[in-house]
């Protein structure tokens, strides 16, 4: 197992406006959300309608799921937007958040050279890829950033009885556009949502070698950090983002978001229309 690079930063210099003063009276909703939510595009197309209302200044940064629920633990985030479901439940669980509801969804994809060197093509589960990959010993990117995708990657290789030790396992410690910009110049495998790599397709030389597992199913929540935990959290901005988000508004951009240049939809509502 490799370490091709472990990105540290300060997640409250990233957040420096956030960490000053009180964002409430600033006006600043701090939203901690997963990077496919950005890398896809869908965070900026759904801040521009939010702040068309005037009231309230989104402010996102885009981390693994991990990392967005340590910003929530530490009051640095007022709301998160994640796709982690058993660190989800533990963090409501231990009172650091409320209101948690998953509302949207897609799907994780096995990505790969063309060519398929592992010969991983056909198989049924993700487990049995993941195994032939191992056995094989080709390269294989991990995002490595206990994010959402990571978790479901350890997960994955836990059903598939392997322990992702060999020479050809490299960890980026990067978000998945990173991770997938490192796999498509090694030519590796590397698990990545649906969204982050139809939006990045265009630019890498890997194919999608296994989907349609229902093992990889993704799906993403909106949680309210606790305002009893956190007094200074802004909690009517919050409420504000998180209402919109799953409001019919938000949904008729999201449901039909990026079906006109990839062909189909980045993700998929949950909710019962209102």
Known sequence: MTKIKISTISLCFALAAGCAGDP???????LATTTSVRDSGLLDALTEEFHKDGKWTLQAIAVGSGQAMQLGRTGEADLLWVHSPDAEADFVAQGFGTDRVTFLHNDFVLLGPAADPAGVGGVKTAAEAFRKIAASGATFISRADKSGT???????????GVKPAWPGYLEAGQGMAGTLSIAGEKRAYVLADRSTWLSMRGNLSLAVVHEGDPALLNRYSLILVNPERFPKANAAGARAFYSFVLSERSRAITEKFGADKYGEPLFHWDLPAK
């Open 24 to 30: 409430a009276q600033r006006g600043v909703v701090r």
């Open 150 to 160: 990571h978790v479901k990657e350890m997960k994955v290789w836990e059903a598939a």
